[in-house]
């Protein structure tokens, strides 16, 4: 009898598992074919994670079960299916969503999400729009994006900065989520980007330090570079700009106009489990002030290597060589309006190169791990005692955890930095520095509707100058150390798709750059002094905003309307100082501000039948001023209004684009209100005699219109633009004109 029963248990037994059934899935991306990469499945009852090669496989017995797909930007799958006994395969693509709402972001969580869901402004810049303004680089685009600002190189959002000559920027620029700002003097080197192979561009409005660390204070700009698609792909393209002459024919030093001329080259292509992408750059560029040029080469390899469905390593260079000519400020603004102060030009010659070492790990529990690092080497060769060179090495661990069935992401990381400094600018010694700090995010949806999202970070600065400096004994040895906690907090509610509001608060912090506390030279007449008591700046960020998706005539739309507030305390800026009878600038806590405002942003991507309508633009209106008002701040300003200095309390720009068949029409237009405030002693005409008359060709707001057409015949694309279209006069801080008229055209092919 116990025979009997064991016998028939072995046949129950047997015959369960010869009714078991393997799944192999692979999610793939219906328009391009190419695999989609940590797509969410949920089948039956268990949660899923596609892998490098957009696969997932299970064992189940079988039966029928529901299969439900998510993927951030396509449209939800929902099917069932019935899992036989042995082995099933299925290939499903998924629709990109023809939502304008569901662009997918990774920078205010470090996961894919809709900017629809996210507790901050965030907007997206598209590389169709940055191939068809012909951008060399990607500083002269970004001004499309609402709020933002591009002064000198330096990018300002929403106010948050004024006018700072090459140092110690308030907004990060992260490229593939690693910080590229220049170690010691805080500034982005623009041209280092890639622009022939970008994803997309993502603009982080509001204090960001919890994820980001320092120079997140103000927000993000953050650059995703292409990866290598299914189909191998090559494109080339070559362009030439002619500037026309100034409609004040006093202001033309010129014979022969000045020009600019670009080509690029990209290559991508998978070699079995081998991902790479190739890129070369090159631009020149007579300049229209006289004396100066740039000529410029950069080349970029990115690689990356699937081990297996869990593992994968990569490395991005980028190497970049110019040399250039550059001014600073006009002689005078009528006849010397493009002839540099004395006639006097920088010239520089730069190397400049990164490697970005990285492993992605995703472990049996479905746990990421990543390991992100950079190598960051600038060389600068400068003319009037101005050379530099500095390394910058960083570091970051992060952990993501997606639990889909509490709905819930885990991020935390560490991360370590060092700097070295040996410049002419810093008296010719040797700074060092370092950066320590950890965090950890959290963000919950309930009832699929609320978002809630809530972090803190803890850093350590630390700033190592030389003991004796300038003739002066400095405390500890030249040893600065500091210490900050910093928290963030925000909630989204998703009404539907289309709809969703956010209450968000953010602390920001930023430690001073080594240019801000030590520089000392001098540039076109100006002293720049060091101040070695410059102190950090701290601050908060508040928003609430609602997104709204809508239809008018078949056209989908969005209306993005926020208001903003942001205290700073010991906010540090570029100020004149008067030095043992001797005028000049420097970096100084000018006290604390307060930043208050409203945003509107428009955005559609729509077919009117056959054309393709795409939109971006809107409105940003900004009430900066100090907290502490006192006699010393009146008395530096150019205004007795409390107001902080170097800002446009109005800004709106738009973009629109119609396609139809093969041609593309495109008009773009900004506007800035008049800078109500800059420093007082630019108006004492007999030191500054070359720039009192600032105000006098700044006291209207301006107006700049860019036109554009495009011809698409197979493979190839021919483009036409007019820049400054009614060759407008205007300077974007004192003793600078901007670009006259210029006219371009561009070549491009894809095979």
Known sequence: MKFAICLLLSLMIGSAYGQTSSLNCKVIDQSTGDPLIGANVKLGEGFYTTDLDGQFEISEPASSFTIEITYVGFENYLESIQLTQGQTYLEIALKPSSQILNTATITGSKYERNTLNAVSSISVLKPALIKETNAPSIDQVLDKIPGVQIIDGQANIRGGSGYSYGAGSRVLLLVDDIPALQADAGRPNWTDIPVENISQVEILKGASSVLYGSSALNGIIHVRTAYATS??????????????????????????????????LLHKRKIGKLDVVAAGFYHTEDGFYRGTFTNRQRANLNLRYRFNDRLTASVQTVLNNSEAANEFVWANPTTG????????????????????????????????????????????????????????????????????????????????????????????????????????????????????????????????????????????????????????????????????????WGQGYRYPTITEKYISTSVAGFNIFPNLDLESETGWSAEIGHKQGFSIAKVL????????????????????????????????????????????????????????????GGYTYIDPKYRNFDEDIMESSSSTENILKYRSKHLYNFDIQASYKFISIGIAQRYASQVEAIDKLFFTPVDFVFVKAYLDNNTTDYTITDVRFSLKYKEYKIGFLVNNLFNIEYTKRPALFEAPRNVGIRLSAQF
């Open 337 to 504: 309006a493009y002839i540099p102060f004395g006639d006097q030009t920088t010239t520089t010659n730069a190397l400049r190169y990164y490697i970005d070492p990285s492993v992605n790990y995703t472990d049996k529990f479905n746990h990421q791990h990543k390991l992100k690092g950079r190598y960051y080497s600038i060389d600068n060769q400068n003319t009037n005692n101005q050379s530099n060179s500095s390394t910058y090495r960083f570091l970051e661990y992060q952990f993501l955890k997606n639990i889909p069935s509490l709905d819930m992401d885990i991020i935390a990381g560490a991360t370590v930095s060092a700097i070295f400094s040996d410049s002419e600018l810093f008296s010719d010694t040797i700074f060092t520095g370092n950066n320590q700090a950890a965090y950890i995010q959290l963000q919950k949806v309930f009832f699929d509707k609320l978002t809630v999202n809530a972090g803190t970070r803890a850093e350590f600065n630390q700033l190592q100058s030389p003991a004796i400096l300038y003739g002066i004994t400095l405390p500890n040895g030249g040893l600065n150390k500091e210490s900050k906690l910093i928290s963030r907090a925000g909630v989204n509610y998703a009404y539907n798709d289309h709809s969703a509001s956010r209450l968000s």
């Open 557 to 616: 739309a969005y209306a993005d309307l926020s208001f903003f507030w942001s205290q700073y305390n010991n906010m540090a800026e570029f100020g004149f100082h008067e030095e043992d009878g001797v005028l000049g600038f420097r970096s100084q806590n000018i006290g604390d501000t307060d930043i208050k405002g409203l945003e509107l942003e428009l955005g559609s991507s729509s077919n009117i039948g056959p054309v393709q309508l795409n939109v971006l």
């Open 231 to 264: 189909t191998p792909v090559t494109s080339v393209s070559t362009s030439y700009t002619h500037f026309m002459s100034p409609d004040d024919a006093r202001k033309q030093w010129w014979d022969k106009s000045p020009f600019s001329y670009n080509v690029g």
